[in-house]
């Protein structure tokens, strides 16, 4: 089997898909609608920060850039909640200090990894967009600075994101079942600026870097990731259409009023709220399911051009990670790209759609439950589980963060304990829980973790 693939886009994933099979003897042409990022400003229009979690940090590591990415992360133990009087409560991801998060920089990370598909020898072409495809011909129809361009291939994978121009191909040549749902809410980025002082002393964060920040509302939020060069990325999520809504924010004033009511503790910070709320566009929110992801051996889609998730679990960049892994893992000497293809999604479609759902119930979490008390025992709960019965019990956003453990896998575990923990939140207190009963119900109704999933503290003497 001739060993030659085309990738088009040379993001987040297309670079590090290149990269890996680069590695393992692939001759690999990457094809990106943009320049060069290597000599470029950020990326327009997009977060320039994302949260890094254990599926991506497994990618990286096969990928051999782990330690260079470590360099430019910046660990978040957990969410800092910021209630509407100015208290902060700060609620920790995981069990221990090793249970973190980190926040990376999208157009750095971009960088890296183009520069690492290079190295590998992977042939880049920039500034080639995909206009169309000639299925009969294998042609990729590119625009260039030059005019038309015709690309042949013989299998082709789309990275191109979740406007992907291959799937549009795809499901305009074969028939490609795609659902996209639409959320009723939106995104508008904002930023704060490092605190420097008239000394030249090093620019400081002016909120703790080591966090996750929200304001929830009930209905909307605002949340802010700290970047390398101390400054905070804040992106406010509010309902397109309503009483508070970005319909409403038509005017400096009704911006001012209204964050000045709902986030008056964020207000100081936000420094150059007027002109970046005028000036950045609101964001679309979607979830797209498609099926099937390929066709034959011919073309395969991959990360967002394939199942582009809300990203309120903060999966979405992981879990098109998780699909390089998977695929350079498929795709041995001897493989034909049929099977693999036809493999690789059997594999991911199922934890696709699971991560899609737990997104979109993420954000009910972050946006309203996180600030009640119920939701508050509850985690007490949870945490105290998790430390009896480390074997067993391991708190969902655990599984899905800090574990490799298939999304489907955890979102049914997931399921389960909240079940377990709707039964035990009746008490008043974790000293009135019957620990024993407890015990028997996870016992009877949660199967073993594997060994690399036992991320809780040693069982408690009781």
Not at 151 to 177: K, N, Q, T
């Amino acid at each position: 089997m001739s060993r030659e693939l085309t990738i088009v886009g040379a993001g987040l994933a297309g670079a590090l898909m290149a990269r890996l099979l680069a590695q393992r003897g692939w001759k690999i042409d990457l094809y990106e609608r943009r320049g060069d990022p290597r000599g470029g400003p950020a990326i327009g229009g997009r977060s320039i920060n994302l949260a890094l979690s254990e599926r991506g940090w497994h990618a990286l590591r096969m990928a051999k850039v782990d330690k260079a990415v470590a360099e430019q992360a910046i660990a978040m133990r957990g969410r800092a909640v910021h209630s509407l009087h100015g208290e902060v409560d700060l609620q920790p991801y995981g069990m221990n200090d090793s249970q973190v998060i980190h926040s990376v920089h999208r157009a750095n990370l971009n960088r890296l990894l183009v520069s690492a598909a290079a190295d590998a020898g992977v042939q880049l072409h920039f500034d080639h967009a995909l206009r169309g495809v000639d299925w009969e011909r294998s042609q990729l129809v590119m625009d260039t600075p030059d005019g038309p361009d015709l690309v042949s291939f013989r299998s082709v994978i789309g990275a191109d994101g979740a406007g992907s121009p291959l799937r549009a191909a795809m499901v305009s040549a074969f028939g490609l079942d795609e659902q996209i749902s639409w959320e009723e809410h939106g995104y508008k980025e904002l930023s704060i600026r490092p605190l420097t002082d008239a000394s030249g002393g090093d620019p400081q964060f002016r909120l703790d870097p080591h966090a996750l920040h929200i304001w929830p509302r009930g209905k909307f939020m605002l949340i802010a990731l700290p970047n390398a060069d101390r400054s905070f990325t804040v992106t406010l999520f509010l309902p397109n259409e309503g009483d508070k809504s970005f319909a409403k924010l038509d005017s400096r004033g009704a911006v001012r009023a209204f964050f000045a009511e709902e986030f008056p503790s964020a207000v100081p910070l936000l420094e150059d709220l007027d002109q970046e709320f005028a000036d950045n566009a609101v964001g679309p929110l979607a979830t797209l399911r498609l099926q099937p992801w390929h066709h034959e051996g011919r073309a395969l889609l991959i990360g967002d051009a394939a199942h582009a998730v809300v990203p309120f679990h903060g999966q979405g960049m992981n879990c098109a990670f998780e699909d390089c892994a998977e695929l350079a893992d498929l795709l041995c000497d001897e493989c034909e790209l049929a099977p693999a293809f036809a493999e690789f999604y059997k594999r991911r479609k199922a934890n696709a759609d699971a991560i899609a759902d737990m997104a979109v119930e993420n954000y009910y979490e972050m946006r309203d439950h996180v600030a009640r008390a119920d939701y508050q025992w509850g985690k007490k709960i949870e945490s105290a589980l998790a430390r009896r019965f480390p074997d067993r019990f391991l708190s969902r956003y655990a599984q899905v963060s800090f574990t490799n453990l298939p999304y489907a896998e955890a979102k049914a575990r997931g399921a389960i304990q909240a079940e377990i923990i709707g039964t035990l939140a009746s008490a008043d207190s974790l000293e009135q829980i019957d620990w024993h009963a407890a015990g028997r119900m996870v016992e009877e109704r949660l199967q073993a973790l594997p060994e690399h999933a036992r991320l809780g503290a040693p069982k408690e003497v009781r």
